[in-house]
């Protein structure tokens, strides 16, 4: 057996970057967790069925899984060049009945071009992609964000960030499975280069800082969201005990 034909509950043995749906994508053992909070997040910020969302690089459709079926047909989009998890995640996750019904569309490519569905988003999810770019593709990615949005449609995107008293290491191009830091600083020219307004917010993450993107600066989470977003009840996946 491949394994990519590994149940799920073995393969939460396998390291992360490992040829499995689960574990290709990060830590095979938050793979539901970090799912659930990609959806708590933008269910949070406003997301509803009838709105159109982008998931920018949705690897085996950790987030997808939940939005595929909450969202009107039509209205999910992915993309993500590794074409085999997408096809792993339908098979053992979200079914072909479901795929029918809900006419999720997906792209297969690695340019950042967020444009070649032709229609404009009213949501972006980025969750641990530009953690493995360097500056060039982070400007890259921003501003097909800031052409694709709708005006007052909104992105949710991770960075890393270096620890106090560390330097960043930013690196060049695409990285994966490695990680770079970029320093608050420079997340927020990069942003400001696209012609967007970007705030982080404290949205529970394990290893990585969530930032809320926008043309539209009114959109961006005021101090009442921004403590309801800090008082939301994650629990870190390391700390339950499993079956």
Known sequence: MSTRQIPSQEARALAPGSDHYTAYVGPPQDYDFMGATQFRLLTTLGLRDHHRLLDFGCGSLRAGRLLIPYLNPGNYYGIEPNRWLIDDAIEREVGADQIRIKRPQFLHHDTFNCGAFGVPFDYIVAQSIFSHCGA????RGTKQFAVNLKPHGIAAVTFIHP???QDPEPGQ???YPEVVTHSVEDVA????AAGLHGISIPWHHPRQTWWILSQDPSRLPGPDQLNLLRGADLTD??????P
């Open 136 to 139: 060039d593709l982070i400007a």
């Open 237 to 242: 996946p390391a700390t339950v005990e499993r």
């Open 173 to 175: 191009g695409w990285v």
């Open 189 to 192: 020219e990069l942003i400001r």
């Open 163 to 165: 620890d106090t008293g």
